[in-house]
């Protein structure tokens, strides 16, 4: 069973920049999965951050960017605000129609 | 931009059955494939199904197939999820997405089922 790994916690300064992962338990994410990440703080829906590894979706500034890091996705906040404190979801397209979420990262600013 | 709003959430015992829907604002909803995610208290996203634009094809998470049927009707710009056999484990708020790119670029603001006796 495919599992998509995520740090469970990062924490970063006001204005400091930090890289989130989202990997395979067996294998290296690229392009074809077509990454895409969200941003969900408690008691709301989701929203949609990057898609296609690297496009922003509208409105998402661009302190947020997607990149491939090795063997991983990755998403980059530079310039960290405290309204990015927020769980943030990568989810990997796996062919056949099937998708998979990572468990999520909890970012803490501080 | 697709507007959507779920509803058909509630109590059920487990074993029971129920049926989401989500409806669609605008004239492109019959465009896109559509999703169901959902979210268990405290936990994070789960993939659940997926269906093409058509109504064609349809996709399930391996925890929810046999069990659930994803469904769409074009006409009333609205996605459907028949949930059967529900477990208490199927308890969660459940989100309904368009797909754009590979990716949901708009999500509902999710209805909460919970599976007790």
């Known amino acids: 069973q495919t599992v998509v790994t995520q740090e469970p916690s990062f924490s970063v300064s006001p204005g400091g920049t930090v890289t989130l992962t989202c990997g395979l338990s067996?294998?290296?994410?690229?392009?074809?999965?077509?990454p895409s990440w969200y941003q969900q703080t408690p008691g709301q829906a989701p929203r949609t951050l990057i898609y296609n590894t690297n496009t922003r979706s509208s409105g998402v500034p661009d302190r947020f960017s997607g990149s491939i890091v090795g063997n991983k996705a990755a998403l980059t906040i530079t310039g960290a605000q405290a309204d990015d404190e927020s769980d943030y979801y990568c989810?990997?397209?796996?062919?056949?129609?099937?998708?998979?979420f990572g468990g999520g990262t909890k970012l803490t600013v501080l | 931009q697709v507007q959507l709003v779920e509803s058909g959430g509630g109590l059920v015992k487990p074993g029971g059955s129920l049926r989401l829907s989500c409806a669609g604002s605008g004239s492109s909803f019959s465009v896109y494939d559509m999703s169901w995610i959902r979210q268990a208290p405290g936990k994070g996203l789960e993939w659940v199904s997926s269906i093409t634009r058509s109504g064609s094809n349809m996709y399930y998470a391996d925890s929810v197939k046999g069990r659930f049927s994803i469904s769409r009707d074009n006409a009333k710009s609205s996605l459907y999820l028949q949930m059967d056999s529900l477990r208490a484990e199927d308890t969660a708020v459940y989100y309904c997405?368009?797909?754009?790119?590979?990716?949901?670029?708009?999500w509902g603001q999710g209805t909460l089922v919970t599976v007790s006796a």
């Open positions: 989810m990997l397209y796996m062919g056949s129609g099937l998708r998979v």
């Open positions: 067996s294998g290296s994410v690229s392009t074809s999965h077509y």
């Open positions: 997405g368009k797909l754009y790119n590979y990716a949901y670029d708009s």
